[in-house]
């Protein structure tokens, strides 16, 4: 595997389950980042992590827990979820913290019914 | 606070025309970064430039190019003879440095999307 791997590609859960997603990158970056993607919506910024130390947290709902047990897994752990947080969720990975350019997995594509 | 707008919500193109898409940021801030990505129907973000702030000598990657100019704060992207493999959604960034912040914000623009018709 090379690049930023993500699973599943695609989800569809209903509001009372709870599931995860997964992130791995084999870049060996010591940064992970978690976004959301909506339709005509700019990409929001949900998680940073550095070292498996969470460094920004954008004001996201509390149905939404991340977690980084080393550097190059990713989760996102998922809870209660309401039809709006259906979107596509990207991982990234970046060498370091400032002015690095991110690497991005294909997405998680989630319908929360 | 931090902006990039790309104003070409959708561009039209046919195979082989040039085609330049725009993005315009705003930042206080004197040290930053630009980016710019593509999107293709798969999803996956694409990295394609970064380039400092201090560094506005333009570049040119095969049939990509890019015009930075910080007098007019603008980060432009130029895909000459355009193909059909072109076709994507692409999204100029913005990051900037913040002593003691510690975090990589990347500010996103909305997006510009491509069609190139065969």
């Known amino acids: 595997e090379t690049g930023v791997t993500q699973t599943p590609r695609h989800l569809v859960m209903g509001m009372t389950n709870k599931k995860s997603l997964k992130c791995e990158q084999h870049l060996g970056h010591n940064a992970m980042y978690w976004y959301k993607q909506s339709a005509k919506k700019p990409l929001e910024l949900m998680f940073v992590y550095s070292l498996e130390e969470r460094v920004e947290n954008n004001s996201v709902p509390s149905r939404f827990s991340p977690e980084c047990p080393n550097s190059s897994h990713l989760f996102l752990h998922l809870h209660t979820l309401q039809p709006e947080d259906s979107a596509l969720y990207l991982c990234?990975?970046?060498?370091?913290?400032?002015?690095?350019?991110?690497?991005f997995g294909p997405g998680t594509r989630l319908t929360v019914t | 606070a931090q902006k990039v707008t790309q104003a070409q919500t959708e561009i039209s193109v046919v195979e082989k025309e040039d085609v330049t898409l725009d993005c315009v940021y705003e930042t206080r801030d004197t040290t930053y970064y630009l980016f710019w990505y593509k999107q293709p129907p798969s999803g996956e973000l694409v990295f394609l430039i970064r380039r400092n702030s201090f560094d506005e000598q333009n570049e040119i990657s095969g049939r990509y190019s890019w015009n930075f100019q910080k007098s007019t704060s603008s980060f432009n992207f130029t895909i000459t003879a355009s193909q059909v493999v072109d076709s994507a959604v692409y999204f100029c960034a913005l990051s900037e440095v913040r002593l003691g912040a510690g975090a990589n914000n990347l500010f996103f623009g909305t997006g510009t999307r491509l069609t190139v018709i065969p």
């Open positions: 990234a990975s970046s060498q370091g913290l400032t002015g690095y350019e991110q690497y």
